[in-house]
C-alpha cells in the first residue's frame, strides 16, 4: 500500500540556521501540500504545488521555500526568516486512494527552537 | 476569502451520538471534507460532501447544506477511541486547495 512520508519526526533548529524537512510518496499523485499546525490554530497553508517544477504560496509562505524537482518529493526549508518556526509541519498529497479523491497526509514533522 | 467556524470543545459519553457543526462563508465551494486528528498525528479522511444532504459511513455521517453554508458531523455509538480533533475543511472552486477550520476536540467519557 502507498503512503506518504515525512522525516524526521522531529527536528531541533538553533537560531539562525535553515533546516529542511523531507516529504516522500509513493502514490504517484501530481499534488502536494505543506501544512503548519499549531495549538489552537487548525492547519494553514505554507505552500503547494500541482505539478514537477511549479508552486505557489499559500497564506504564510513567508520564511519558508520549497522545490519541487520530482514528483515523488516535496521538500520544505524553514529559513532563518522565520521567526517563529517551532510548530508541527504537515506534508499532504492529493489524488485517489481507495477510489476517494482527496488530501492524504504524511505523520509529520515537529520542530522545536533551541 | 475563507472563514470555518467550528466549536472548541466537546464532551460526549461512550455509546451516545453527538453532532458537530461546522459553519463556513467562502468565496468559492467545491466541497467539504471532515478530518479526524488524535493527538501527535496527522489527519486521516473522514468524509465528503459536494451535494446538500446525508452521507453515511458506518458509525459516521457527513451532512451539507450548501445555502445555509453549515455541515455537520454524527458519530453514533461513541467509543473512547472517537476522542479526537475533528476537522472541518473546505474546497476552493479551483479544486486546488483545502481550507481547514480550527477543529473541534471531542472527549468521550466512560
Known amino acids: 500500500d502507498g503512503g506518504i512520508t515525512q522525516s524526521p519526526k522531529y527536528l531541533f533548529r538553533k537560531e539562525g540556521q535553515n533546516v529542511t524537512l523531507s516529504c516522500e510518496q509513493n502514490l504517484n499523485h501530481d499534488a502536494m501540500y505543506w501544512y503548519r499546525q499549531d495549538p489552537g490554530q487548525g492547519l494553514r497553508l505554507i505552500y503547494y504545488s500541482q505539478i514537477v517544477n511549479d508552486f505557489q504560496k499559500g497564506d504564510i509562505a513567508e520564511g519558508y521555500s520549497v522545490s519541487r524537482e520530482k514528483k515523488e518529493s516535496f521538500p520544505l526549508t524553514v529559513t532563518s526568516a522565520q521567526k517563529n518556526p517551532t510548530a508541527f509541519y504537515l506534508c499532504?498529497?492529493?489524488?485517489?486512494?481507495?477510489?476517494?479523491?482527496?488530501?492524504?497526509f504524511g505523520p509529520g514533522t515537529r520542530l522545536l527552537v533551541l | 476569502g475563507q472563514n470555518i467556524d467550528q466549536p472548541t470543545e466537546m464532551t460526549a459519553t461512550e455509546g451516545a451520538i453527538v453532532q458537530i457543526n461546522c459553519t463556513y462563508q467562502t468565496s468559492g465551494f467545491n466541497g467539504l471534507f471532515w478530518y479526524q486528528q488524535h493527538a501527535g498525528e496527522a489527519p486521516t479522511f473522514l468524509s465528503y460532501n459536494v451535494l446538500d444532504g446525508l452521507e453515511e459511513k458506518g458509525r459516521f455521517s457527513s451532512f451539507l447544506s450548501r445555502s445555509k453554508g453549515y455541515s455537520y458531523l454524527l458519530l453514533k455509538e461513541l467509543q473512547m477511541k472517537d476522542s479526537a480533533s475533528y476537522l472541518c475543511?473546505?474546497?476552493?472552486?479551483?479544486?486546488?486547495?483545502?481550507?481547514f477550520g480550527k477543529g473541534t476536540m471531542l472527549l468521550v467519557s466512560p
Open positions: 499532504a498529497s492529493r489524488g485517489l486512494k481507495r477510489g476517494q479523491e482527496t488530501q492524504y
Open positions: 475543511a473546505v474546497r476552493d472552486e479551483g479544486y486546488s486547495t483545502l481550507t
